[in-house]
Structures are given as C-alpha cells and as structure tokens.
Nanobody
Framework: VQLQASGGGLAQAGGSLRLSCVVS????????IGWFRQAPGKEREGVSC????????CYADSVKGRFTISRDIAKNTMYLQMNSLKAEDTAVYYC?????????????????WGQGTLVTVSS
C-alpha cells in the first residue's frame, strides 16, 4: 500500500490550491481516507475525511466551507480542494487511509500514510 501526495506550494491568502494523493495497493471504495496537516510547532490536525462508501465526509471546524475532500475511484486518487486560504492553513499536509469503513479525523485510526506536501500561504 502506497500513498503519494502532491499539489502543495505557495499561495496567497484568499487563493486556492488542490492537493492530490495517488494511492496504490488498494481501492478507494474499500478504505476510508483522510487529510491531515501539521504546522511548525503544532500537533497534527485531522482536516477532513471521507468514508469508503463516499456517503459521508467530515471536516475540521477551521476548514468547513473552504475545503472539500473528494476522490476519483477510477484514478485511484483522492483530492483536497482548498479555497479561501488563510495564513494559518500553512502546514505540511498528509493523506492517509484506513481499513475502517468509517471516516475519522483521528490519526490513530489510519494505517497508511503519504509522505506529505508543504502548503505555504502568504498573507
């Protein structure tokens, strides 16, 4: 099982970025997936998740209404669309997958992790 995150970079406050995570070794309809982030000097935070069925999503309060999680099963790829970016969104973002069918923003629930992609938002 492998996850490969990409799409990070530098954005201005108010701008947008889309993160992608290509997965291999499993299919997205059988695993719940999530996005996490860790800013310098801070603990890892669960940003968003989606269940294996795709029927349910979850978001941290800090990103609700601005970020959208999605997936393309045919492409084995998950996405995090980030709009109205703020300086406090600056962090390394990680994608993760869990055999559990339900989504979670707890990192302890996840079995597999991508390598992280850096998002920097300038104010």
């Amino acid at each position: 099982v492998q996850l490969q995150a990409s799409g990070g970079g530098l954005a201005q406050a108010g701008g947008s970025l889309r993160l992608s995570c290509v997965v291999s070794g499993f299919t997205l309809d059988r695993y719940a997936i999530g996005w996490f982030r860790q800013a310098p000097g801070k603990e890892r935070e669960g940003v968003s998740c989606i269940t294996g069925s795709g029927a349910s999503t979850c978001y941290a309060d800090s990103v609700k209404g601005r970020f959208t999680i999605s997936r393309d099963i045919a492409k084995n790829t998950m996405y995090l669309q980030m709009n109205s970016l703020k300086a406090e969104d600056t962090a390394v973002y990680y994608c993760a997958a869990t055999r559990l069918s339900t989504g979670s923003r707890s990192g302890n629930s996840y079995n597999y992790w991508g390598q992280g992609t850096l998002v920097t938002v300038s104010s």
